[in-house]
């Protein structure tokens, strides 16, 4: 296949400072889970991005001392030399497939609790982030920042850019962002100094450029340095001389900065999940930046058209098209427009697992890319699968996202693949869930994985066909896989916090019932303890419909597991531009026709609530109905030549959309192999003498 010539722009050089970068496709810094803890599999994780075609890889934040210390949440450092040769394997990594490596150095400022060095915080005022999440909370406030420690700061800066250039980088970030030290000083609401650092907008930028300089007189003949800036509050404020204050400080920091790497201030709206927010959503904030600059540009905008990606670059919005997540979803996105294949993209659909895995202080996950930190441990490649020993039969039951997972990667091992579903079309639970409010980029799940499986001449795909024992006998496959999916109960919720009985009326549903057009009568209310966006977008969804609902939940807020999904403020607005009733804390303990009685999960005080029917968002549970008359036949299964029944997805353990891609393809590639394999244990390099001593850079 040949290259679109439209698309030709993507690929020009694009030069930063002293380094030139291959091609416009630049991975931004993000988090990845992978700290210094985890250099091997780091390392692996963005070489496997360089291979497939982005031009720039990025670190996420790299802290320049212990007094930006982000534990439990991960985080890398470049505090001594065992972080210079943990990295390095990163840069060595990239540079072999010819991309430029780059380090989001980074000082927490007063968004960090310094809880492993217990060190205070530090920020320009002494102003500290208050916020409402407990993994965000802490009770150790910032100490105001003297001229010593100004001094400090910039001297752990350039210390840091040696140690980076030391290590490989080629690219030095100055982070002002997202709440962090830089950032802390550009707004007035963090920054309260009467002297040369606080006050105007002038003085405000002074400690920003202070850190540009010290960078490029540290490594700025050798590395491009770069700036990464919020502009979301600062666009939102007129300036003295320009249009906002963002343009004011663009324009005064032209000079000091090789690029600049534009963003929104908050995570909800610089990365905000599909359900909210489309395709190049942050344009109408950063439009302006390269009329205020002739430094090259990059942004994000969870790109994956390259059309769109095109318009940017045409319209002189951006000279670098940035991606994070895509670049998890589909690390050799950039090779597929460079070949011709821009069908077989495997496009990120927005739903935010990856950002949960941060919060969870894991490496990354990924819902469209089970291999997505696997590179190292388990050696699974994206693109790449070890054909099978033996070419066998495999049937596969359920054409859900697990199933069609494990179709797809069981036959690019080479087998005969035969997958039947007993729907009318293929997706499983996405087939309704689609449909629901904000999540039709979803069905890119389903979408991949059906281009890829309609092109193989070793698959065959049958609809509507609802397989019994007797059925999986007469095809007589080598290995049977179940993915049936699971269904919804009516089961309620203990104080105990499991769930606990049953509720048993006419007018309870379920998201089943929901699912097969069983609407309720208004007005329902509806009882989410799922905790994740079922229960939320079923509001919606209902709201939708003209039917009067309210929500209730035992949690802190409603969907309240949203927040590691950066969903959560977001779905709040969402129900209230709906005005539905949240209520939170409370259980539903009983349903009667025509009053739903709730009690506080804390203090056991009933309320009495009028509604016509109710619908329970709670536990799910594995259909087995499959598996149980396949067991009680196993003596029959042997006769039949069958060698393995196993199950996977929602039919073996319920799960988000993303455990049940991983499950399916984690079974394919172990289909006939002898056992499963354990993963790689990743260790630290700790080559040098232990502490924080600071680093002579070469």
Same mark, same amino acid.
């Given at each position: 296949m040949t290259r679109d010539s439209r698309y030709d722009v993507l690929f020009e050089p694009v030069r930063i400072g002293p380094v030139t970068a291959p091609n416009r496709f630049y991975q931004v810094p993000h988090a990845s889970g992978m700290t210094n803890a985890l250099p091997r599999v780091r390392a692996a994780f963005r070489e496997t991005k360089a291979e497939g075609g982005w031009g720039v890889i990025c670190t996420g934040a790299c802290s320049i001392d212990q007094t930006s210390d982000d534990a439990p949440l991960p985080f890398a450092t470049m505090w001594d030399r065992n972080d210079i040769r943990a990295h390095a394997l990163t840069t060595e990594a990239v540079h072999r497939h010819g991309a430029l490596a780059g380090v989001e150095l980074w000082h927490g400022g007063a968004a960090v609790m310094n809880r492993a060095s217990r060190l205070p915080p530090i920020s320009p005022s002494g102003i500290p982030w208050m916020a409402t999440h407990i993994g965000f909370m802490g009770n150790l406030r910032p100490r105001m920042m003297d001229k010593s420690d100004i001094k400090d700061v910039l001297r752990w800066q350039a210390e840091g850019a040696r140690k980076a250039r030391t290590a490989g980088f080629d690219i030095i970030y100055v982070y002002a962002g997202m709440g962090y030290l830089g950032y802390e000083f550009l707004l007035p609401e963090y920054n309260h100094r009467t002297d040369e650092y606080g006050g105007s907008l002038e003085n405000r930028i002074r400690f920003v450029r202070e850190m540009l300089e010290v960078t490029r007189d540290a490594v700025g003949k050798d590395c491009g340095v770069a700036l990464r800036v919020s502009v979301e509050e600062l666009r939102a404020r007129p300036g003295t001389h320009q249009q906002s204050e963002a343009h004011e400080l663009i324009a005064l920091l032209s000079d000091h900065a090789d690029l600049f790497d534009v963003k929104m201030d908050s995570s909800p709206t610089d990365c905000s999940a599909s359900r909210f927010t489309g395709e190049g959503s942050h344009e !109408?904030?950063?439009?302006?930046?390269?009329?205020?600059?002739?430094? !090259?540009?990059?942004?994000?905008?969870?790109?994956?058209?390259?059309?769109?990606?095109?318009?940017?670059?045409?319209?002189?919005?951006?000279?670098?098209?940035?991606?994070?997540?895509?670049?998890?979803?589909?690390?050799?996105?950039?090779?597929?427009?460079?070949?011709?294949?821009?069908?077989?993209?495997?496009?990120?659909?927005?739903?935010?697992?990856?950002i949960s895995s941060w919060h969870d202080g894991v490496p990354v996950r990924c819902t469209q890319n089970p291999t997505a930190g696997e590179e190292w441990r388990r050696g699974w490649h994206p693109e790449r699968v070890a054909p099978a020993r033996t070419r066998e039969k495999v049937l596969i039951v359920g054409g859900g996202p697990a199933g069609l997972e494990c179709a797809l990667t069981a036959a690019r091992r080479g087998h005969d693949v035969t997958i039947a579903d007993a729907g009318s079309s293929w997706g499983g639970r996405l087939t309704f869930e689609k449909t629901l409010p904000g999540l039709a980029a979803w069905n890119r799940v389903v979408d991949y994985r059906?281009?890829?499986?309609?092109?193989?001449?070793?698959?065959?795909?049958?609809?509507?066909?609802?397989?019994?024992?007797?059925?999986?006998?007469?095809?007589?496959?080598?290995?049977?896989?179940?993915?049936?999916?699971?269904?919804?109960?009516?089961?309620?919720?203990?104080?105990?916090?499991?769930?606990?009985?049953?509720?048993?009326?006419?007018?309870?549903?379920?998201?089943?019932?929901?699912?097969?057009?069983?609407?309720?009568?208004?007005?329902?209310?509806?009882?989410?303890?799922?905790?994740?966006?079922?229960?939320?977008?079923?509001?919606?969804?209902?709201?939708a419909k003209g039917i009067e609902v309210s929500y209730v939940t035992p949690a802190g807020q409603a969907s309240a597991w949203t927040i590691m999904t950066n969903e959560l403020p977001l779905v709040h607005r969402a129900l209230s531009r709906r005005r539905?009733?949240?209520?939170?804390?409370?259980?539903?303990?009983?349903?009667?026709g025509e009053t739903a009685t709730l009690c506080h999960l804390f203090t056991d005080e009933e309320t009495k609530v009028r509604c016509r029917s109710v619908l329970i968002v709670g536990l799910r549970v594995p259909r087995a109905e499959l598996r149980e008359a396949l067991q009680a036949r196993r003596g029959e299964l042997d006769a039949a030549g069958i060698?393995?029944?196993a199950t996977i997805g929602d039919a073996l353990a319920p799960g988000a959309i993303a455990h049940a891609v991983y499950s399916g393809h984690k079974a394919a590639r172990e289909l006939g192999e002898r056992g499963g394999k354990i993963y790689l244990r990743d260790t630290p390099i700790t080559d040098c003498e232990p502490g924080f001593e600071q680093a002579a850079a070469e």
């Open positions: !109408p904030v950063i439009d302006f930046v390269k009329t205020m600059t002739d430094k !090259p540009v990059v942004g994000v905008g969870r790109f994956t058209s390259p059309d769109t990606m095109v318009s940017q670059i045409r319209r002189n919005v951006l000279d670098f098209i940035g991606g994070a997540r895509p670049s998890i979803a589909d690390p050799f996105l950039p090779n597929k427009i460079k070949e011709g294949r821009i069908e077989e993209i495997r496009e990120c659909i927005g739903c935010n697992i990856c059906l281009g890829r499986l309609r092109d193989m001449a070793n698959v065959s795909m049958y609809l509507e066909s609802a397989l019994g024992v007797d059925d999986i006998i007469d095809l007589a496959p080598d290995h049977v896989i179940q993915a049936t999916g699971a269904r919804w109960t009516n089961m309620l919720y203990s104080s105990l916090e499991i769930p606990v009985g049953t509720l048993e009326d006419p007018e309870v549903y379920t998201p089943d019932d929901i699912a097969a057009g069983r609407l309720p009568q208004g007005p329902t209310l509806v009882f989410d303890f799922d905790n994740y966006y079922h229960g939320g977008v079923l509001t919606e969804h209902l709201a539905i009733p949240v209520t939170t804390l409370q259980t539903l303990k009983d349903f009667d060698r393995s029944i």
